[in-house]
């Protein structure tokens, strides 16, 4: 066998493969004997015709085209070792010639991109310093509080920021009643944010079974096409005015939230306290790490195939699926809620699918750039923590887990290290 390779745009090439000699006149053989299994000649069992009578039936051609099965794989195989190509999308199969001597293969190959590097060591990144104040850790008791806070229903008075309105609602644009907004003995929060921007602030200062209009602007980005931009009115109707009563912070509160070893205000302050110390060095870890991907990324070039795109946001929909059906959804019951069509789905996952892809290559050439290895060592270590964080026996999370993608994943998590540890000096 004998090849060729041209590499074109996008990461997109073409193979052409020939075989020839000994090799194809094999394939011809057994795709002849193949072929002839099904010739039936009057007077002969299926299978028991004798060969000149059987070569007569079957044309010259077809023998060709069914030996192209026996050829092609192994042939496309060689090319790509031979090239030592690094293939990331199924190839697409093209003949450009055959006879009895010789048959060419063209196949269409995608392969993994060449990423020209940028400045990726030494990057003018500091990482932040992870600070709880005072007035964190007060939140954190008001938070407490809330918690155990009691509704009350308010005789009088009026909706005040932080109450609970418990409303009836219809919207009309142009006079008539648009599909979707309507609700009866709604709990609205006061502040939550959770209708159209200045909704929630017109129903501050009402009381209860007092209606009124509230004029407001759907978002230009809304999901409904129809409404998106559009100036509303939603008659609204106040049922029921609740208010929230905190309760006392003391040790008998502290002791209600139920937390071992923590029985009193102070011994909660000092938990909350380091509870927010670890989000927060989670927090500047992450903003840190995200500056730095933005940067190697930003400063290094990358022409991405399509297909690689696609198949993270394939992936990114699945994840997406999954995550829904955990907490009780089905993917089309998130189309109806949100108004989106797939295909809205997928264009906005595509942008971060593209961003995925992109970090993935920069950090493996970073890792070929530093000829990071990963030992049997590293693999054993990393399988080990695994199988302690899932509290799973070492050799089911070996079974479930292969070596080469663990050693993929430390690579690429070291090439990252080697870039955040050369930062901001």
Not at 102 to 128: C, H, N, Q, R, W
Not at 244 to 270: F, G, H
Not at 321 to 327: A, G, P, T, V, Y
Request: proline residues 2%; glycine residues 6%.
């Amino acid at each position: 066998m004998s090849s060729t390779w041209e590499l074109k745009e996008k990461s997109t090439g073409e193979l052409i493969t020939s075989v020839e000699g000994d090799a194809w006149k094999a394939a011809q053989d057994k795709a002849f004997k193949k072929l002839a299994k099904n010739v039936s000649v009057k007077g002969f069992r299926k299978g028991h015709v004798p060969e000149a009578l059987v070569k007569k039936q079957i044309p010259t051609q077809q023998v060709l085209m069914e030996a192209i099965d026996e050829v092609a794989s192994d042939a496309l195989t060689a090319g790509i070792k031979e090239h030592d190509l690094w293939v990331v999308a199924r190839p697409e199969l093209g003949l450009e010639s055959i006879d009895e001597n010789k048959v060419t293969f063209k196949f269409t190959v995608t392969v993994k991109p060449e990423v020209k590097l940028g400045s990726y060591k030494g990057l003018d990144i500091k990482k932040a310093e992870a600070t709880v104040s005072e007035a964190d850790v007060e939140a954190e008791l008001t938070r407490l509080q809330e918690r155990f806070a009691e509704m009350t229903v308010k005789e009088d008075g009026c909706v005040e920021n932080g109450d609970t309105a418990v409303i009836d609602f219809e919207g009309f644009k142009d006079g008539v009643a648009f599909e979707g907004g309507k609700g009866e003995s709604y709990p609205l929060v006061i502040g939550s944010g959770s209708f159209i921007p200045g909704f929630e602030e017109q129903l501050v200062g009402m009381k209860s079974e007092e209606t009124k209009d509230i004029n407001v602007t759907f978002p230009e980005e809304y999901q409904a096409a129809e409404l998106a931009g559009q100036a509303v009115v939603f008659t609204v109707t106040v049922h029921e005015i609740k208010s929230k009563v905190l309760p006392e912070l003391n040790d008998e509160l502290v002791k209600q939230a139920d937390i071992k070893e923590v029985e009193t205000v102070d011994a909660y302050k000092e938990y909350a306290r380091k509870n927010l110390q670890s989000a927060k060095e989670r927090e500047v870890e992450q903003a840190f790490e995200s500056e730095i991907l933005t940067a190697i990324t930003e400063a290094s070039e990358v022409e991405i195939p399509d297909v690689m795109i696609e198949d993270e946001t394939n992936n990114m929909i699945r994840e997406f699926e999954q995550r829904l059906q955990s907490q009780g959804f089905g993917f089309e019951q998130f189309k109806q809620i949100t108004g989106q069509t797939e295909e809205m789905i997928r264009e906005e996952m595509r942008k971060d699918a593209f961003n995925k892809v992109k970090v993935r290559l920069v950090l493996e050439a970073i890792a070929a750039e530093e000829k990071i290895e990963i030992s049997e060592s590293d693999i054993d270590a990393e399988l080990e923590t695994v199988a302690n964080t899932y509290n799973m026996p070492l050799e089911q999370v070996k079974q479930l887990i292969s070596n080469d993608a663990v050693a993929y994943d430390l690579r690429v998590r070291k090439a990252l290290e080697t870039v955040k540890e050369s930062a901001g000096k």
